[in-house]
């Protein structure tokens, strides 16, 4: 079975700087994917940013960016420049075979006008 | 249509009553998936479909709760004898693959 852990419950980040989320995941697959997802209060879980474990390049999304450690199963999330739109819960997620995904309890990000 | 469309938004349910979800998927997704995300915590795994055939129901967590997608498009999720500890939203999601889209989900409260 697959755990997905996120240890920091709630950070803040002034308004266009800088902040990582940190993710650790346990697995015995080999070929998996990693999400991010952000859940504003209106309860929709938005797509954020993908990685494939079996792509050494990190993916990017404009502001927002990925360190995926592969032997360290470790994968955070950078958000740059952050804007108050980006206040919102923020999933770590994993999924591989049945296309089920397992989620981290979260993170709640504040940013800070 | 465009998105995942879930309803009814809020339901109040006295403890005991049966209740019923439904889920709207985007047009054309093949897979369809329920959540239940207590309050506080992530989304955890219910059920899975494919088409019509529920292929994954390992994370229903009682024989109270039952899914059905009898024509591979609209699911309902359907909770016998409702109890405080169901309490949650629920969420529904399709997908081609792993592009993955969420429904807004529907909070379910047992009084």
């Known amino acids: 079975a697959q755990t997905v852990t996120q240890s920091q419950p709630e950070m803040s980040v002034q308004e266009a700087e800088t902040v990582t989320l940190s993710c650790t995941y346990d697995?015995?697959?080999?070929?998996?994917?990693l999400f991010w997802y952000k859940q504003p209060p209106s309860r929709q879980m938005i797509l954020v940013i993908r990685?494939?474990?079996?792509?050494?390049q990190n993916a990017t999304e404009n502001r927002f960016s990925v360190n995926f450690q592969k032997a360290a199963k470790s994968f955070s999330l950078k958000i740059s420049d952050s804007q108050l739109g980006d206040t919102a819960m923020y999933f770590c997620?994993?999924?591989?075979?049945?296309?089920?995904?397992?989620f981290g309890k979260g993170t709640k990000l504040s940013v800070i006008p | 249509g465009a998105g995942v469309s879930q309803s009814p938004r809020y339901k109040v349910a006295k403890r005991g009553q049966d209740v019923a979800l439904r889920c709207d998927p985007i047009?054309?997704?093949?897979?369809l998936f329920w959540y239940q995300q207590a309050l506080g915590q992530g989304p955890e795994f219910l059920t899975y479909?494919?088409?019509?055939?529920?292929?994954?129901k390992s994370g229903l967590p009682s024989d109270r709760f039952f899914a059905e997608r009898p024509e591979g498009s609209v699911s309902t999720l359907k909770i016998q004898r409702t109890q405080q500890e169901d309490s949650a939203v629920y969420l529904c999601?399709?997908?081609?693959?792993?592009?993955?889209?969420f429904g807004s989900g529907t909070r379910l409260t047992v009084v």
């Open positions: 999601a399709s997908s081609n693959g792993w592009g993955y889209t």
């Open positions: 697995t015995s697959e080999s070929n998996y994917y």
């Open positions: 990685q494939e474990a079996y792509k050494q």
């Open positions: 997620a994993f999924g591989a075979g049945s296309y089920q995904l397992t």
């Open positions: 047009s054309g997704h093949v897979s």
């Open positions: 479909f494919q088409n019509e055939a529920q292929l994954d």
